[in-house]
């Protein structure tokens, strides 16, 4: 096995802010994190052969587009650690593609990634030579980089929505087109600075996408109060975004006498119609992914893990994950679909003979202000700030992390003037929506409209207050953005509101390892990103 180093630099955790050599932070060993660039490598390979098929006008199959965006999106950061699992999507993809490039009628100058076809003994030899670092100028691999992770993001959104049926062709082809552009070295610098603000208009798609997935499947989301203590049976959590895996969980639980909670991302389930009927779906245990390791050990039932964010487990709760779709950990257990649908009946006879929940903490939490029901109240909020009440809304949507520097986030909540109004969505949101904020005039000083794919809905409201308030720029609104990020669809997130047109976006707690000093200068210069600074010096920069 191999044991060289590696770079990643993927995520807000990369080592030293420059990045991973030797094991991640997150816990990824190199001879995973090596399978992670073949995966990747194999990934755009695929994608050249998909592009040439369309160009030709032969039409691409969805098992096609959805091997491609599952590859994206188990390399994604904390979502899956089992080396096993990506040496057979390699081998998957080798096959996958070599028939589809029997179908290729003119098979000159594609890339060599598209024709490279190998078996297992040399992977990692292979591996060796087309990470990250295969870019050798540093300003077209940062840019690479920020499209890879905008795409990965990406794909994890399409992925749930194509778990409810929903697809997109446009959104596949856009992705898989550009992921063989990232294999062409005669890109410049502003063919790949125009290629990311692309990425971040299907960024917005994809979320549209999933919005109406989850919309028209689940209903609207309306404001709930989500308990935050816990009953007496046993139970199962389940964590991750994939709300096609709740149901099916909340389906085959009932009746059962096996609760079930909701863990991180997983809280605005509780906000959608379709899951308030389900009795057994008691409240949310715990807060953001970075926690779960004490958090996991006290729930002593069963703990489900949908996506990202997966931490390696203590051993005291491994025999209790269980992991599916995208995620994955050596030694865990598996919960595979056959067609169509999950058998989650190991995780209930588990759950039965675990005690209940210990209870971390009592009271609840509100949440629900996703785009319907902001503009169901729009006349109330305009209302609201002509009269002053509301002088600004502040976004701080995005990711939560381990990071001690992530306080910060908590204390600008907090510091933040009571005439301000936060909109959040993704587990960003943990930071601060415990902290009893208060309400102006009955509209919650927090408020939530779900998981980070739901700043689609953050991104509409602001449109809608645009178009409300007669303005010709959406940067002219009384509405600064203060992100939190940490991984590939926080990078998805930002690629979109960059192509919305917002600008002056404050990031941390730390700017991308991966943008290199030209790159960053371009962001600064054109749409005047920022980092954080103090609390006191950003509350007067951006609230005034
Ligand atoms: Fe490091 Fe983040 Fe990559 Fe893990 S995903 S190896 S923490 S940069
Ligand atoms: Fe969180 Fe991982 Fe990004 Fe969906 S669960 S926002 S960090």
Redo the contacts with the bound molecule.
Sequence with gaps: MESKN?L????????GGK??TK??????KSDV?KMQDLLIFATKGISAVTTRLRAEGKPVKPHVNRLITLNLFMTI??ANFDRKAFIQRVEQTLKTKSKLLDAVDDKKNLPAAALWSDTQENFDAKAENVGILATANEDIRSLRELITYGLKGMAAYLYHANALGYDDENINAFAQATLAKLLDDNLSGDDLTALALETGKFGVDAMALLDKANTETYGNPEVTKVKLGVGKNPAILISGHDLRDLEQLLEQTEGTGVDVYTHGEMLPAHYYPKFKKFKHLVGNYGNAWHLQQTEFEKFNGVILLTTNCLMPPKKSYADKIFTTGAVGYPGCKRVEEVDGKKDFSPLIELAKKCPPPTELETGEIVGGFAHEQVFAVADKVVEAVKSGAIKKFVVMGGCDGRQKSREYYTEFAKALPKDTVILTAGCAKYKYIKENLGDIGGIPRVLDAGQCNDCYSLALIALKLKEVFGLDDVNKLPIVFNIGWH?AKAVCVLLALLYLGVKNIHLGPVLP?FLSPNVTKVLVENFGIGGTSTVEEDIKKMIG
């Excluded at 094991?23 to 990824?28: F, P, Q």
């Design positions: 590696f990643c630099f993927q995520c807000s955790d990369a080592l990045g991973c094991v991640g932070v997150c816990g990824k994190a950061t904390n991984e390892a």
